[in-house]
């Protein structure tokens, strides 16, 4: 009798009484509360780790996994770029030479950063710049740039785009500005407004010899690498003490810094609903205490234990709790196949890196939200079940 007391007063109180019905309510209100909890946490965190990727991923492609940069001018050259494929087989490098620009169509200007790159090992480090590439044959001042300048400027393939540069030369008795007519070959969309208007890609010859630099020399290499945070140490060793290497996410620390704020601060509030809702289980379980009170009296008269008692309120508890957690998993699950496999929700291209809800649910995140969550359940039953368990035999029995 006593394995089976213990399920079958769950199960008992767990009916609907239609003399007490707020105690059923209570208990449906945490119910429903611990569901929207954890589905709202799953869809949130999905959704933050979504766009986070998104972000890391087109970051990467247009920042470049690591670059090679000298401390003194001339550090980085041809012999010191064919040293490095000779050791690091595996990876691939793309010089460029680098100029603050201003862009001139009209009477519009725009400012950003022209690159002389090599195209054939560019597309190699750069697959954005590769699908604009593509089997074009490029001139010398052929330059590539992105949809959102072309869309502003209203430019077209083979129209002319005056580049001005910043650094100044002699002419006269004054210092005026380099200007360079460059022709459109073809366009790059990385998703990205700010890089597509800012950046540009024109031949290595073209900016070198605007420059007026050595064939041989260059302002950095571009490294493209599967995993940098690995691959930036070994490549260190191998640099002499001119140069100098830097990462992807070393020019981002603080976004990033602030996209992880972001996310645990989101995570604290949503855990919140289901803190709230815990607080219906309190309630609907000293409801049901007091309703019960001649009940838990007369089954420890009868040689039912206290700590028996204790696990029937505890277990209404959890069986509340994760009855609402599994709905939850179940109804956020859903929620997030529904939102990545549908249109429903579009975005501003132009503003997100994506015109899709980017949703990515990591195992880490899933395990944390359910953990929480039943830890809440777990804490919000115990206080009910341990007043149950230490009701007064004598006074109540006197009472009723």
Do not use: C
Not at 232 to 253: F, H, M, R, T
Not at 373 to 384: C, E
């Amino acid at each position: 009798m006593k394995k089976s007391i213990v399920p079958y007063l769950v199960r008992r109180f767990l009916r609907f009484d239609k003399e007490q019905p707020f105690i059923f309510i209570s208990a449906l209100l945490a119910f429903i509360g611990i569901t929207l909890g954890v589905m709202v946490l799953l869809i949130a965190m999905a959704l933050m780790n979504g766009f986070d990727k998104e972000f890391k991923d087109k970051l990467t492609v247009m920042n470049y996994p690591l670059t090679i940069l000298p401390k003194f001018y001339g550090a980085v050259n041809q012999n010191l770029l064919l040293d490095l494929e000779n050791k690091f087989p595996n990876l691939h490098f793309s010089p460029y030479v680098q100029e603050s620009v201003m862009s001139r169509s009209g009477r519009r200007l725009e400012g950003g950063y022209l690159f002389g790159v090599d195209f054939d090992k560019e597309a190699k480090v750069n697959s954005v710049l590769a699908k604009a590439i593509k089997s074009e044959k490029f001139h010398k001042f052929d330059v590539i740039i992105g949809k959102t300048l072309k869309d502003e400027f209203s430019l077209h393939v083979n129209d002319k785009l005056m580049y001005i540069f910043t650094n100044a030369e002699p002419g006269g008795l004054s210092m005026s500005p380099k200007i360079k007519r460059f022709k459109v070959k073809s366009v790059f969309d990385s998703g990205l407004s700010a890089y597509d208007k800012a950046y540009a890609y024109t031949s290595l010859a073209a900016m070198q010899a605007l420059q007026r630099m050595p064939s041989n020399e260059y302002d950095g290499i571009h490294v493209f690498s599967k995993n940098p945070r690995a691959d930036i140490s070994q490549i260190k060793k191998e640099l002499p003490i001119s140069v100098a290497i830097k990462g992807w996410w070393e020019d981002n620390l603080n976004f990033f810094a602030a996209l992880k704020m972001e996310k645990t601060s989101l995570f604290l509030v949503l855990m919140l609903i289901i803190l709230i809702a815990s607080v219906n289980i309190i309630s609907s379980l000293l409801m049901t205490v007091m309703n019960r009170r001649g009940e838990i009296a007369l089954l420890l008269s009868l040689g039912t234990t206290p700590s028996e008692i204790k696990k029937v309120f505890l277990y209404l508890g959890i069986v509340v709790g994760i009855g609402g957690i599994v709905a939850g998993i179940v109804f956020g699950l859903s929620g997030i196949w529904i939102l990545s496999s549908f249109d429903i929700v579009h975005l501003p291209k132009d503003v997100y890196p994506t015109s899709r809800l980017p949703l990515d649910l990591t195992l880490h995140d899933f395990i944390f939200i359910v953990t929480g969550a039943f830890g809440i359940v777990i804490a919000s039953s115990y206080y009910p079940a341990k007043k149950a368990s230490e009701v007064d035999i004598l006074t109540v029995l006197r009472n009723e």
